[in-house]
Structures are given as C-alpha cells and as structure tokens.
C-alpha cells in the first residue's frame, strides 16, 4: 500500500491502523484539507506521441483477443 492511502491511514509510526467509517471520513477530510492548502500543478512527463502509440497498441492487443 502506497501514496494517498497510506498518507490516510498510516499513523506517524507508518503503521496502518484501522478506523472507523467516520474515522476514517475524518481522515480522508484532512488529508485533502492539507493538500489543497499547497496545490502543485500536474506536470507531463511522456511524450505525446508515445502515449498515442501506446493507446493504438493496447486497441490493437485487445481487438486480436476478442
């Protein structure tokens, strides 16, 4: 488990703990409170093109199996 979800759940001794749905409501309210209060920017990293590609090789993999 990794990223959002550990940020949620994970204590500060990384440890996951179980918690209530209105826990883990809480949890899931401060986490986004924190994180909107410094905003990055999405940032692209891959090539246009190669995306493309690699979108037309997946449509290409899936129509042969079917």
Not at 18 to 44: C, F, K, M, W
Request: charge should be positive.
């Amino acid at each position: 488990m990794g990223g959002i979800a550990l940020a949620i759940l994970a204590g500060p001794n990384h440890r996951i703990r179980q918690l209530s749905v209105i826990g883990a409501q809480a949890a899931i309210n401060r986490y986004v409170a924190e994180h909107n209060d410094r905003p990055t920017p999405a940032v692209r990293k891959a090539d246009p093109a190669s995306v493309i590609a690699a979108i037309n090789r997946g449509k290409q993999a899936s129509e042969s199996i079917h």
